[in-house]
């Protein structure tokens, strides 16, 4: 029933910018706290960026702080990862994942945390 789908993934180069965006169905998006992964060729998933259901909050790992934004549209059930000044070490699938959260304000940074999946979109980041 519940399905998320990734979306706008492609091949940059370093300094781009790329905006990769995830389609929900099948759950009342907006009690859901979301998140953006990305796995690498050969390394764990990892957490990227995450924002809380009622929007308020939000969190991203250190190496994309700055560079990245995360954004819902609840009215569209959408979820949205901006990607500004791209790096090569940016390059990997980037998976959405969501999750019901214990508190309105409460985001996830471990995949352990979250219990739906997208299938991935990818993003290459050439130099």
């Known amino acids: 029933q519940i399905q998320l789908v990734e979306s706008g993934g492609g091949s940059v180069q370093a300094g781009d910018s790329l905006r990769v965006s995830c389609a929900a169905s099948?759950?009342?998006?907006?009690?859901?706290?979301m998140g953006w992964f990305r796995q690498a060729s050969g390394k764990e998933r990892e957490f990227v960026a995450a924002?809380?259901?009622?929007?308020?909050?939000?969190y991203f790992t250190a190496s994309v702080k700055g560079r990245f934004t995360i954004s819902r549209a609840n009215a569209e059930t959408t979820v949205s990862l901006q990607m500004n000044s791209l790096k090569p070490e940016d390059t990997a699938v980037y998976y959405c994942?969501?999750?019901?959260?214990?508190?309105?304000?409460?985001?996830?940074?471990?995949?352990?945390?979250?219990?739906?999946w997208g299938r991935g979109t990818q993003v290459t980041v050439s130099s």
């Open positions: 924002i809380s259901r009622s929007g308020d909050n939000t």
């Open positions: 994942a969501a999750t019901f959260p214990p508190t309105p304000s409460w985001l996830g940074t471990r995949t352990s945390q979250y219990t739906y």
């Open positions: 099948g759950l009342i998006f907006s009690t859901y706290a």
